[in-house]
């Protein structure tokens, strides 16, 4: 099997990565309050059938999680030198994460879209592309404490690319730069209308991209005419923004109609995006049907 196809599967699922934040109570929410939330995520995912899951990232936003602990950067201003964090700052709840399953997926909030999350408080830095260079050699050490503990895939976010506001071969030199870094296969997200940008992101070296295609279904009539060039693609079925839980034969159809465009064997079956801002009630049912969804697809091939 390639780097590409990395997972023996068909149809396997997995997510994008965040989960509801849910606080336990008890003697160990003293010394750590968000231990019990990435229990719970965890704990659901494999509950829902996810075959590779996440630590839950619970702990902050995509931003603020990564830039909060970098130094040259104070809240959300870039006050000076970007440098790398003094120590890991997801490896611990991956490290959790793969202590309960043997599949997971570390995730990294990309250098575009955090240059993007902040204000240029110092004259180093001219624009938020050289930010982003930074950034990106930051997290590099990131990328390979994550790699150390066991992963299956590392995923870049990067939903600003959508927007068209960014500089897309910053971007494309950053994501490479992260993902060259590491041994493991790399994933970029992308989720958005990919409408004036596919062209250019089906460039970045990655094994696979993985976008949305339940609340952006013309994602799908695009990008079945291009060539993923060998590339697996992370196919959001799920629709993320909202609270309602779709049923098995609604995802049912999302999936098939996939499977009309791409080979089977390269699809990796996910929700839009993160599941963060959904209740915990919600964000299971989401991934429990998603998950009965694609085993009926796959019994049917």
């Not at 000076?80 to 700052?89: N, V």
């Not at 204000?119 to 938020?128: A, E, F, V």
């Not at 209740?279 to 429990?288: P, T, V």
Request: proline content about 4%; hydrophobic content about 40%; charged content about 25%.
């Amino acid at each position: 099997m390639s780097k590409a196809y990395f997972i023996n599967k068909v149809l396997a699922t997995t997510v994008v990565g965040s989960y509801p934040v849910v606080k336990a109570g008890g003697l160990k929410s003293l010394f750590d309050p968000l231990a019990g939330a990435v229990e719970t995520a965890v704990t659901d995912q494999i509950g829902a059938g996810i075959d590779i899951i996440s630590d839950g990232q619970v702990r902050g936003d995509m931003i603020g999680a990564f830039t909060s602990k970098l130094p040259g950067i104070r809240e959300q201003e870039v006050i000076g030198k970007i440098q790398p964090a003094a120590a890991a700052i997801t490896a611990a709840d991956t490290k959790y994460a793969r202590s309960k399953f043997p599949k997971i997926k570390g995730i990294i909030t990309g250098p575009t879209t955090l240059a993007h999350g902040l204000h240029i408080s110092t004259p180093m830095y001219r624009n938020k592309e050289e930010v982003a260079l930074d950034l990106a050699a930051a997290l590099v050490t990131e990328a390979r404490a994550l790699e150390a503990t066991g992963i299956t895939l590392l995923q870049i976010d990067e939903p600003i690319l959508s927007t068209g506001i960014a500089d897309l071969g910053i971007a494309k030199q950053t994501v490479e730069q992260i993902a060259s870094s590491v041994r493991v296969p790399t994933c970029l997200h992308v989720c958005g209308n990919l409408g004036n940008v596919l062209d250019e992101i089906l460039k970045f070296n990655v094994n696979v991209l993985d976008f949305e295609f339940s609340k952006n279904p013309q994602n799908l009539d695009i990008l079945s005419r291009r060539d993923l060039d060998g590339k697996m693609l992370g196919y959001g079925c799920v629709d993320s923004s909202s609270e309602t839980v779709e049923t098995v034969p609604e995802i049912k159809k999302r999936i098939e109609k996939g499977v009309e465009y791409f080979d089977p064997k390269i699809l990796l079956i996910d929700p839009d995006c993160g599941m963060r801002m959904r209740s915990r009630e919600s964000a299971y049912w989401k991934l429990k049907n998603m998950c009965d969804a694609a085993k009926e697809v796959r019994i049917a091939l």
